[in-house]
Nanobody, 127 residues
Framework: QVQLVESGGGLVQSGGSLKLSCSTSGSSLTPFSFTNIGWFRQAPGKEREFVAGIMWGTGSKDYADSVKGRFTFFGDRTKNTVYLQMNSLKPEDTAVYYC?????????????????WGRGTQVTVSN
């Protein structure tokens, strides 16, 4: 089991920015060892929802409609780390953000198809 580790969360005012990071711990595997990486979030009292996903082989990316144009998902192979750059943050973006990894995922928006997860990082956007 690979442990993914997220960081970069925090408290920010509406309109602000944060950059989340995701790497691995205790394993020779990195986020680039998998075909698919995804970012999900879960707000209190709500179900976990898809935020962004990437398939390394094709480089194709998906974003939830709610974050398109504001969030950018990218990776740095030299640092074995993937990032979620979040701009123009809104209070409704407040949630715990999770990084997930898996292989050959046919529906990347489905959290149940990802095998490995991090423990999450809290993002709080104030008015």
């Amino acid at each position: 089991q690979v442990q993914l580790v997220e960081s970069g969360g925090g408290l920010v005012q509406s309109g602000g920015s944060l950059k989340l990071s995701c790497s691995t711990s205790g394993s020779s595997l990195t986020p680039f060892s998998f075909t698919n990486i995804g970012w999900f979030r879960q707000a209190p009292g709500k179900e976990r929802e898809f935020v962004a996903g990437i398939m390394w082989g094709t480089g194709s990316k998906d974003y939830a409609d709610s974050v398109k144009g504001r969030f950018t998902f990218f990776g740095d192979r030299t640092k074995n780390t993937v990032y979620l750059q979040m701009n123009s943050l809104k209070p409704e973006d407040t949630a715990v953000y999770y990084c997930a990894a898996g292989n050959l995922i046919p529906e990347r928006t489905d959290s149940g198809q990802y095998e490995h997860w991090g423990r999450g990082t809290q993002v709080t956007v104030s008015n």
